[in-house]
């Protein structure tokens, strides 16, 4: 199977130096489509389009850019409890009409408390991950179902709900879900299409595999597996690492000196990762972790593009059919990808097809 290769766009120019975050600030309409077409120009399968509480609405995004492109497709970040599942079941399921089936749904039941809180969403963790179950059941139904159903949970109940619309994608848009807490796991092997991972060193990524693998077994489920990474390229090793610790410096001038308050369980598991060590599996680089807060895709692959399209094609040996690669010079890193990186990864993950067959 090949791999699919994820990018990530955001809807205005991030500031100067280097970027950990590219979603936030507001609309330009020019840069959104000029980033979407630089990713379907680099040869990405797709973009991710995150989700803040103060960020720009997904779905919208997701369909303006595809208007601009043909076949890039667009996974949207969508957060659980804000509306009714009923809603965004028809949501998704016009917009991926509307793109020719070019949606992909990314669930993600929250982050820390205080940016939940500033959507007015106060359930604790765990109840967060039962509402989602909930939740996912309701949006799996109304894309499938052929007549009018009910449903009675804790957080939602519907009485005879229905969709007329149904997504271009059949049996319906795809579900990628992220979370390594016993909560998250629990709920995502029940529901996901495609189980979102962050880039920890290749044994902690195989035994989170062999985890979640196991829980969807319950269910007769195999999900497939994607992992996110920052590649930090250059013609040389040497010149990679340099590029590498001055992207630190540079994050490290601009950002500000808080105390670290890791919630999720995601970030927690980096965390002890980098106290324990800076670099894994010879390029994995996790220097930047604390520094961005330990938020989100921060951790590395340093080296030259073969060194790096090695490292990803030993994630595909472990069963990654998917890697979600961005840099820290948003726009420029798209093309120097496309022209360095991706042929690479393409190529040596079709050599491994073929030795497969």
């Known amino acids: 199977m090949p791999m699919n290769i994820l990018g990530m766009i955001g809807v205005a120019p991030p500031g100067g130096g280097a970027t950990v975050h590219v979603i936030g600030g507001g609309i330009d309409r020019e840069y959104l489509r000029r980033f979407a077409q630089a990713h379907e120009q680099a040869g990405f399968d797709s973009v991710l389009v995150g989700y803040t509480s103060s960020s720009a609405e997904g779905f919208q995004v997701a369909q303006y850019a595809a208007a601009y492109t043909e076949q890039l497709n667009f996974l949207v970040a969508h957060r659980p409890g804000f509306v009714m599942p009923t809603l965004a079941a028809r949501t998704a399921a016009t917009c991926d009409t509307l793109t020719g089936g070019r949606l992909w ?57 229905f969709s007329e619309v149904r997504s271009a994608q059949q049996p319906h848009v795809p579900i990628y879900f992220g979370g390594a807490s016993d909560a998250a796991i629990r709920v995502g092997a029940r529901h996901a299409d495609v189980y979102a991972l962050f880039g920890e060193p290749r044994a902690s ?23 996110s990474l920052r590649p930090i390229i250059a013609p040389t090793e040497g010149a990679a690492w340099d590029k590498a610790r001055g992207i630190l410096a540079r994050l490290e001038e601009s950002s500000p000196r808080l105390p670290l308050k890791v919630e999720a369980e995601f970030s927690r598991r980096l965390t002890r990762l980098a106290d324990a060590q800076e670099v894994y599996d010879e390029r994995l680089w996790m220097g930047l972790v604390k520094i961005s807060g330990a938020s989100g895709n921060t951790t590395a692959l340093v080296g030259t593009p073969e060194q790096v399209a090695e490292s990803i094609a030993a994630y595909y040996d472990l069963g990654m059919r998917g890697v979600l690669i961005r840099g820290f010079d948003p726009f420029n890193d798209v093309t120097e990808f496309g022209q360095e990186l991706i042929p690479r990864i393409r190529a040596l993950v079709a050599e491994r097809e073929a030795q497969a067959a």
Do not use: C
């Open 105 to 161: 749904l990314h669930i993600i039941s929250g982050t820390a408390d205080a940016e939940q809180q500033r959507d007015g969403d106060w359930l604790s963790h765990d109840e967060r991950y039962v509402r989602t179950d909930e939740y996912l059941e309701i949006l799996r139904r109304m894309w499938t179902a052929d007549k009018p159903f009910n449903f009675e949970g804790r957080y939602y109940s519907v009485k005879k709900a």
């Open 205 to 227: 990524v195989k035994a989170l595999i062999d985890r979640i693998s196991a829980e969807a077994a319950r269910y007769n489920r195999q999900p497939r597996f994607n992992v």
